[in-house]
């Protein structure tokens, strides 16, 4: 660091933070160390008895923290994101549309792994709603060197941020409510109006709901007329254990769609059922969506309607963290229900 003149401070850097005292009111740092100098801020440092000020003395294939951030807020941010101011070296990204936030994990892990740089991102495959918090990141020092930052521009990839939000993308249903006992109204559907309100939240409506009883052949041929009239997503409630009564899963496979996964290691929702019938989701859901807060549904739909593909190994992965404490108030999605296998 070098000692210059206030008068002659303009552009240069603080080393350290300079406190403010107003008598009776504050007395809180006026500047933190890393802020650049600007014009107007010379009454100010005057008059707070700063006639002279340590700053930093700049090497060459050396860059200032605020440098350092945007490189790393470029190498994150998208179209669909919203650059806050740089504060003291750090830069946040906020959402400018809703959906389904998906994380490059393996290149945040590089570049943190570079070490004097960070980004802190939401969890992968969060849902995001429009103003939400996405990310922050700095550069730990003051300054840093100009090739610590080239490395993190090479695993960026300029053309392919670490970020994107994917826009819920389906926007109608089927409701297959299967059970001879409701079709038959010996009881009261209960299942499919919290199935309805999981899919408003996303902004998807249904647009047909079908009493199918347990006829598997019936159930198959809803099934496919749903697909073929142009149903976004199908969906079956119920029916999916081993009673020889419950005939949703082998309906599914007679419609001829194309099962990614017969259960799930989840707790609630060991039962579920995904599949596709061409490129529409065809879903089983176990009775515990009826009446648990949250269950593999909520892990799964936001993925499904955004049009993320799930394979086999995604949803295997959901078993670290698939136990759901079932807490008497729910925090869901803030919790770590599921986070396990983002």
């Known amino acids: 660091m070098k000692l210059v003149r206030t008068v002659d401070a303009v552009g240069q850097v603080l080393c350290h933070d300079l406190t403010q005292i107003i008598v ?29 000020l340590y700053v930093w003395e700049f090497e060459e294939g050396m860059l200032h923290e605020n440098e350092g951030a945007e490189i790393l ?24 549309q809703e959906g389904v936030l998906e994380v490059d994990t393996k290149r945040l892990l ?16 969060s849902v995001v709603r429009l103003n939400d918090k996405l990310a922050g990141m700095r550069v730990i020092p003051l300054v840093i060197d100009a090739g610590q930052m080239k490395k993190v521009s090479a ?9 994107s939000i994917h826009p819920f993308l389906i926007k109608d249903c089927t409701l297959l409510v299967t059970g001879s006992e409701v079709s038959k109204n010996l009881i009261t559907d209960t299942f499919s109006p919290v199935v309805e309100q999981k899919l408003k939240e996303l902004g998807v409506v249904v ?14 041929t809803s ?4 697909v073929a009239g142009g149903s976004s997503m199908v969906i079956c409630t119920g ?14 496979k007679e419609s001829g769609a194309n099962i990614v996964t017969y259960g799930a290691p989840v707790l609630p929702g060991a039962m579920f059922l995904i599949s596709y019938l061409g490129d529409v989701p065809v ?48 925090h869901f999605p803030n919790c770590n229900f599921g986070m396990g296998g983002i």
Not at 207 to 220: H, L, N, P, S, V
Not at 244 to 250: I, Q, V
Not at 290 to 316: E, Q
């Open 24 to 52: 009776g009111v504050s007395k809180d740092a006026r500047f933190r160390k890393g802020h650049v100098v600007r014009e107007e801020d010379i009454p100010v440092l005057l008059s707070m008895g700063k006639e002279n």
């Open 73 to 96: 807020c470029q190498a994150c941010m998208n179209s669909s994101m919203e650059q806050g101011p740089v504060k003291e070296g750090k830069i946040e990204l906020k959402a400018t």
């Open 110 to 125: 590089a570049i943190n792994s570079l070490g004097n740089v960070m980004i802190a991102t939401r969890a992968n495959h």
């Open 155 to 163: 695993i960026a990839d300029a053309s392919n941020p670490l970020l």
């Open 207 to 220: 647009t047909e709901k079908i009493y199918t009883g347990d006829d598997q052949a019936f159930i198959a």
């Open 223 to 226: 099934i496919k007329k749903a």
């Open 239 to 252: 029916g999916m254990s081993v009673d020889p009564d419950d005939r949703t899963p082998g309906a599914i």
């Open 283 to 330: 879903l089983g859901l176990p009775g515990c969506v009826m009446y648990a807060k949250r269950t593999v549904f909520d892990l799964a739909l936001p993925r499904i309607v955004a049009r993320i593909p799930l394979s086999g190994d995604d949803i295997a992965k959901w078993g670290n963290g698939g136990l759901c404490l079932q807490c008497p108030v729910c």
